[in-house]
């Protein structure tokens, strides 16, 4: 028969009393607690962290939205081309015309 630290025999099979193995159990959940409650605290702070970036987004949303509302209104760069070449034409032809005139 197997025998305790305290010397009673624990009844053969090599498996300690049921004291033991209880006090055993107690002390991992007492180990348990004490990482939940770790746990709970950083899950505090993510959902604090998380209702920031919510905030955060929202406001990146909002100007997202009002850039894509504005773009279709802003040229595009065949159409700037389109003016510059046309400014240039309209200036080349000024300038012909006043020298076919005579004007200097």
């Known amino acids: 028969m197997d025998r305790t630290p305290d010397g ?7 498996m300690p009393p049921l004291d033991l193995r209880v006090a055993r159990l107690e002390d991992g959940l007492a180990d348990l607690k ?7 605290a950083k899950l505090g702070a993510m959902d604090t962290k998380l209702s ?33 070449i046309a400014t240039w034409g309209a200036g080349a032809a000024t300038v012909g015309s006043n020298f076919r005139l005579g004007i200097r």
């Open 52 to 84: 920031a970036l919510d905030t955060k987004l929202s406001t990146v949303a909002e100007s997202v939205a009002e850039m894509r509302g504005r773009l279709p209104q802003s040229p595009t760069w065949v159409q700037l081309i389109v003016a510059l």
């Open 34 to 40: 004490t990482l939940l409650r770790t746990i709970e």
């Open 8 to 14: 009673s025999e624990t009844g053969g099979g090599g």
